[in-house]
């Protein structure tokens, strides 16, 4: 049956280790999504601050974040956190990090965007029948805001699972690394391994993707 | 820090920059075409195309350019279509590079008000003279900021080109740090590449962005 290149990706466990590839992908992005989260809206709040000091900080971080290919972050850190801190630190682990650091990074911007959107006079207002400063961003700010950020936010989770495919390039065993190990495995019986592997490993990453996608124009369509 | 390996290198590094640049340039100005060609097949809502079109937008926002560049080098050079990895590189930034640049123009185009196009047309023009003097100088002043944002995340996806070997600046780093473990030297050389190309290219736009507010008229 080696005439048939796809039946590459159905031999033994191939499709299986596929799978627990893209489960590694998955699980960094999952991590990094969930700090960035986090600490995404924290930052994105400190960036809306009264104090010149605290915004330009904040603003120094989005933009020494964002100048640079965020793969030339990933070998910095790779390869001088290991040399400053004597410590041996896995691939994967580096990937977290720096993948939370972009993260936060872009959910700030996010975050800020769609706290300054709203109009003053929302805030003055609530500020104006007694409100204290905790209740205005409680009841008016966040509830409006969250409407205008979750679809940006949702896309930003799209971009954040597509980029951790570069997480390979540093060495970390993923789906393109097992897709490779398969590849190599089986290119004497079947020429064009690479072929399907690497389209399987495409509509993976699109399977996984679109539907987020999807979602996302969803809510900006309903909450437009 | 080793200083006389720092200088040795520099030469080494203005090359990468250069071929990055290069990639840079052709993937923005192909992106730039396929998004007009998009945008025009969405304005006139031409039948067939307008499906063809979604299903692309579709795949290229949803897939990572590392796995475009794979599949488009590796995977199609064993069913017997070879591209030179430059061709393949180049053709990857115009695949992902077209819907965004697509999603720029539309927003633009569609930004010009109804009101516009019909006044333009009682008046007498036709639909080029329309475009010509009334939606794009518009259009393109609207989408300006969204252009200039897609350059620089273009430029920026260059750096993964080097897994399809070529030889760009993440290439010189990694390799500089494969054959004398000057990583730190390696990689300071490729940040301060990277900021050299990357920060005028921002400010500019910048300046840009804020010549052009307020650009809109009648809406």
Known sequence: MSDWGINVI????????????????????????????????????LMTSRYVAVRSLCRSYLEAVRIVPLLVWLFVFYFELTKVLHLQ????????????????????????????SLPAHQRESGLAVGLTRWQVYRYVILPQAVRRLLPSAI?????????????????????????????????????????WVYAIIFFLYFIICWPISLWAKHLEKRWQ | MDQSFIAASIPLYIKAAGLTLNL???????????????????????PVLCRIMQVYIELSRNTPLLIQLFFLYYGFAKIGIKFEAYT???????????????????AGIESVGKIQIESGLSIGLTRWQLMRYIVLPQALAVAVPAIAANV???????????????????????DLIGMYYRTSEALLLLVGAYL????????????????????????
């Not at chain 1, 930003?156 to 997480?167: A, D, N, P």
């Not at chain 2, 050299?196 to 809406?219: D, K, M």
Request: proline share 2%; hydrophobic share 60%; with cysteine.
């Open chain 1, 10 to 45: 159905f031999q033994g466990q191939n499709f299986l280790r596929l799978l627990e590839g893209l489960g590694v992908s998955m699980r960094i992005a999952v991590v990094s999504v969930l700090i960035s989260s986090v600490c995404g809206i924290f930052l994105g709040l």
């Open chain 2, 24 to 46: 840079a340039f052709w993937g923005v100005l192909l992106s730039l075409f396929v998004g007009a060609v998009c945008a025009v097949i969405g304005y006139f809502r031409i």
């Open chain 1, 155 to 195: 896309n930003l989770v799209t971009r954040m699972i597509k980029t951790t495919s570069l997480v390979v390039l540093i060495g970390v065993v993923e789906v393109l690394k097992i897709g490779q190990q398969i590849i190599e495995v089986s290119i004497l019986k079947v020429p064009t391994a690479s072929f």
């Open chain 2, 88 to 106: 393949c590189a180049i053709g990857g930034l115009a695949f992902l590079g077209g819907s965004y640049m697509a999603e720029a123009l539309r």
């Open chain 2, 196 to 219: 050299i190309l990357l920060l005028p290219l921002s400010l500019f736009f910048r300046y840009l962005e804020r010549r052009l507010r307020n650009v809109g008229l009648g809406n």
């Open chain 1, 89 to 116: 630190l896995p691939a994967e682990f580096v990937a977290d990090i720096v993948f939370s650091i972009w993260g936060t990074a872009e959910m700030g911007d996010l975050v800020r965007g769609a706290v300054t």
């Open chain 2, 152 to 174: 620089i995340f273009l430029l920026k996806e260059t750096s993964v080109v080097s897994a399809i070997a070529l030889a760009d600046l993440m290439f010189v780093a990694k």
